[in-house]
């Protein structure tokens, strides 16, 4: 059974920076195309960012520039940076496959205050 365990969400100033983990179980992350979302209240769930299995990545044009998706294979941990956050980046960021296949985990809460 797949278990996907996010972290490192906060509450943070707008211009602040974020350092997001996302731990796998059940999965190997350098084999799939992983990918990290959001869901804002009252919208629905987004794709922020992906990283394929040989290393490409691909971002949506808002948070291009400022988000940096990677993965540890040797931990098998997908990571994202953030960094000059925005009030509109407020949301619960989840981790999963890119498109998702696996059972959502808690998520972390990301807070920019402006």
């Known amino acids: 059974q797949v278990q996907l365990v996010e972290s490192g969400g906060g509450l943070v100033q707008a211009g602040g920076s974020l350092r997001l983990s996302c731990a796998g179980f059940g999965i190997i992350f350098s084999t799939k195309t992983m990918g990290w979302y959001r869901q804002a209240p009252g919208k629905q769930r987004e794709l922020v960012a992906e990283v394929t299995s040989g290393g490409r990545t691909n971002y949506r044009d808002s948070v291009k520039g400022r988000f940096t998706i990677s993965r540890d294979n040797a931990k098998n941990t997908l990571v994202l940076q953030m960094n000059s956050l925005k009030p509109e980046d407020t949301a619960v960021y989840y981790c999963?496959?890119?498109?998702?296949?696996?059972?959502w985990g808690q998520g972390t809460q990301v807070t920019v205050s402006s």
């Open positions: 999963n496959t890119s498109p998702y296949r696996a059972q």
